[in-house]
Nanobody, 116 residues
């Protein structure tokens, strides 16, 4: 079955960096566009970044452009999110999924907390 396991979150100070990882299984990984979403307390889940099946054609939410970088390794069935210049507003649970996201279950996510 389709499964996503996110990792790499944690507590970081404003201005710091984190690298999130997502291990995917149960489908032909390279055939799907992949994405990172996040959900902050009391808010709806929002799309943060997405990447094409071949590793190109990336898109980012305006709020993270220039600070976040999405990448993937098709051989390892992994997708990554490198986050820099983190702000308190980036605090959320981060999830990965394939596109469109309503075709696969969500993983448990990984908590990112940006605080001094």
């Amino acid at each position: 079955q389709v499964q996503f396991v996110e990792s790499g979150g944690g507590l970081v100070q404003p201005g710091g960096s984190l690298r999130l990882s997502c291990a995917a299984s149960g489908f032909v990984f390279s055939s799907y566009r992949m994405s990172w979403y996040r959900q902050a307390p009391g808010k709806e889940r929002e799309l943060v970044a997405q990447i094409g099946g071949g590793g190109g054609n990336t898109n980012y939410a305006d709020s993270v452009k220039g600070r976040f970088l999405i990448s993937r390794d098709n051989g390892k069935k992994m997708v990554y999110l490198q986050m820099s210049s983190l702000e308190p507003e980036d605090t959320a649970v981060y999830y990965c999924n394939r596109m469109p996201p309503n075709t696969a279950p969500w993983g448990q996510g990984t908590q990112v907390t940006v605080s001094s």
